[in-house]
């Protein structure tokens, strides 16, 4: 077996067993996440798209709870993009939580060596992997609209699977 289909078969039956553990009663007041990412990215303009893969992207976020029900959380977080080109960023949004699903939306903004500006938004679910522990999976979407690593009247779109390790607060 390839070792990525190996990885694969790893990530689906650590979330389906989590999937089959009890739910805790009460969602967190807060989190800590170590985020991995890797899909493709279309750039282009005027009609022209080229799809290839997109940087590995890096990342960990905190989340506060900021409403009860529904429940809301408002996140911050930084992101180092690798492999195809360096990158260093922040990110921050809102995440609606709710039992093992949850849905993001936020902004990106890559501020060293060069400068992108971008909105994001992902869903996913997660499964409890051990007391205080969750593994989420995500599939996000980024839309990069502005910045100095664009062409003029251009946009770069990625579309990522993202593997999460969370850390419940209390």
Avoid at 70 to 97: H, Q, W
Avoid at 111 to 121: E, I, N, S
């Amino acid at each position: 077996m390839k070792t990525p289909t190996l990885l694969v078969v790893t990530i689906t039956s650590a979330l389906a067993f989590g999937a089959m553990s009890p739910r805790a009663s009460a969602q967190p007041l807060w989190d800590a996440e170590l985020r991995l990412g890797y899909g493709l990215e279309i750039a282009g303009s005027q009609g022209m798209a080229a799809p290839r893969s997109a940087p590995l992207t890096l990342g960990g976020i905190a989340a506060v709870a900021i409403n009860d029900d529904p429940p809301l959380y408002g996140f911050g977080g930084f992101v180092v993009e690798t492999l195809d080109r360096s990158a260093v960023g922040a990110t921050g949004g809102i995440m609606f939580a709710s039992g093992r699903l949850r849905l993001k939306a936020g902004g990106v903004w890559l501020f060293a060596p060069y400068t992108l500006w971008g909105v994001a938004a992902s869903g996913g679910a997660c499964g409890r992997i051990g007391s205080g522990m969750r593994m989420c999976g995500d599939l996000e979407l980024t839309q990069y609209f502005a910045g100095t690593d664009l062409v003029k009247g251009s946009a770069v779109t990625q579309g990522q699977f993202v593997l999460g390790l969370v850390f419940d607060g209390t």
